[in-house]
């Protein structure tokens, strides 16, 4: 069982390249989301799905897109990158009462 | 809408001294309410949390909270802190638990705690 896992740990970009932000877990829980970790801003909601093929959108939705296709996976993907979205994402899957974290991408967009 | 509000965002502390790290919130309706812990460079762990029942709620290592409705907090406290409890720590709400519940998180509490 490992629980969420996410893929890359780093990764730089330039501006306007395009990247997939993995996640996966193996808990069979139907509910997933992203979130964003700014300094001094706590986390924020960017999308978030409620099982497969249902994705809806969070706080922060803007340059992201989401798909569910597997109850395992949910995927994050910036269209065209910018330096704005330079963070470091986390993905949450949750049981019947408790969310469990990946331990986090960090983004670097120049 | 839900809001939550971590009134410090840095606390110092001595070894072996007691901490509380303050959370209130504002919902409409039913909340469920969470504190997590991020040690540097790590992901979120959950310390406690409330979802109904007694308002003092336990958590890992020797940390609770009490949820007061009335002046709608939920601080975290802890008797006698350790180096090791040199983290960012997080209050978060939901008012819809279950399959369907989005955290709404606070901005963050640095607790640092000194020799």
């Known amino acids: 069982n490992a629980g969420v896992t996410q893929t890359p740990k780093f990764q730089v970009l330039k501006t306007g390249q395009s990247m997939t932000l993995q996640c996966a877990q193996d808990?069979?829980?139907?509910?997933m989301s992203w979130y964003r970790q700014d300094p001094g801003m706590g986390l924020r909601l960017i999308h978030y799905s409620v099982g497969a093929g249902i994705t809806d959108q969070g706080e922060v939705p803007n340059g992201y897109n989401v798909s569910r296709s597997t109850t395992e996976d949910f995927p994050l993907r910036l269209l065209s990158a910018a330096p704005s979205q330079t963070s470091v994402y986390f993905c949450a899957s949750q049981g019947d009462d408790e969310q469990f974290f990946g331990p986090g991408t960090r983004l670097t967009v120049l | 809408a839900q809001s939550v509000t971590q009134l410090d965002s840095q606390v110092p502390v001595f070894e072996e001294a007691p901490v509380e790290l303050r959370c209130n919130y504002s919902?409409?309706?039913?909340?469920?309410l969470f504190w997590y812990v991020q040690y540097p460079n790590q992901g979120l762990q959950l310390l406690l949390k409330y979802l109904s029942g007694s308002t003092l709620v336990k958590g890992i290592n020797g940390f609770e909270a009490e949820f007061n409705k009335s002046q709608t907090s939920f601080h975290l406290r802890k008797p006698s802190v350790h180096i090791s409890d040199t983290a960012e720590y997080f209050c978060?709400?939901?008012?819809?638990?279950?399959?369907?519940?989005?955290?709404?998180f606070g901005k963050g509490t640095k607790l640092s705690v000194k020799p």
């Open positions: 808990m069979n829980h139907e509910y």
């Open positions: 978060a709400v939901s008012d819809i638990w279950g399959s369907q519940g989005n955290l709404i």
């Open positions: 919902s409409s309706v039913s909340v469920y």
